[in-house]
């Protein structure tokens, strides 16, 4: 067996199990407990598991973020679907916010063709997104300057806060880790939730996007009220704004 199947197998049976000692994943899957504990290294390099005294779990998703490249590949057809709703928010000339997430991402790739757009970011990927220099007309960038968060390919901290409060924008487009109706729009982290919640304050209108799969979950990190997003665009049907001033699309 190949080494990536071999990983592939180790993550299923996490999966379905949540933890596996390392003589469990031999018997499994045939292999010596050397070639086991190479894959999982390899598998904690890319913040797919956490490596434990004889064994391996799935990192708890409440205080744990995948890597972007991980995230960028999840539930890709509704994020896509939910960047092409957003785009019809977008107007030429404007100074819009963009947070670090892969749903936004989707959205920053379709953006190439508003010369006259001014887009303030603190990810690392959503600029060089719309770096094409082969372009002659294309959206004018800034990118906040901050620490550089591990795996995560965003800026935060308060460096990157201070930059972002000296703009002020027509749009902020953000998403969330989790979208709870009692608990509003929440993160895993504080200071990407710092940075987010500078976006929030010094924008007219707010547009949150979210996928399914986060609707009903909370996160540690509390972002705000649903009601202090003028759109949540998501990609299935929701009651979660039934009876709340804020307008939900799908």
């Known amino acids: 067996m190949l080494s990536f199947q071999r990983q592939q197998e180790i993550l299923q049976i996490l999966k379905e199990q949540r933890t596996a000692s390392v003589q469990e994943l031999c018997q499994k899957l045939y292999a010596s407990p050397s070639t086991i504990r190479r ?30 490249q991980v995230r960028e590949s999840r539930n890709l057809e509704a994020k896509e679907e939910i960047a092409q709703k957003a785009l019809e928010f977008i107007r030429d000339g404007q100074t819009v916010f963009l947070d670090s997430s892969s749903t936004v991402l989707r959205l920053a790739l379709r953006l190439r063709e508003f010369p006259n757009l001014h887009i303030v970011t603190n990810g ?19 990118c906040c300057c901050g620490r550089l968060r591990d ?14 409060a000296s703009f002020h924008a027509d749009l902020a487009v953000l998403s969330c880790r989790g979208l709870d109706r009692k608990a509003g729009s929440t993160e895993a982290n504080e200071e990407e939730r710092q940075v987010k919640r500078t976006f929030l304050e010094h924008a007219d209108r707010r547009i949150l996007l979210c996928d399914h799969s986060k609707i009903g979950k909370s996160y540690s990190c509390r972002t705000a009220d649903l009601e202090d997003y003028d759109r949540i665009i998501t990609d299935q049907p929701t009651q979660l704004g039934d009876g709340l001033r804020v307008k939900v699309v799908w």
């Not at 959503?126 to 960038?141: E, G, N, Y």
């Not at 795996?151 to 972002?164: E, S």
């Open 124 to 142: 690392i990927d959503i600029c060089q997104a719309l770096a094409d220099t082969s372009r002659k007309s294309a959206p004018t960038v800034y």
């Open 39 to 68: 894959d999982l290294h390899q598998l904690e390099k890319q913040g797919l598991v956490k490596r434990n005294y004889g064994g391996v779990s799935l990192p708890d998703e409440r205080s744990f973020e995948y890597p972007m």
């Open 151 to 164: 795996n995560a390919r965003t800026l935060v901290g308060a460096t990157a806060c201070q930059y972002a």
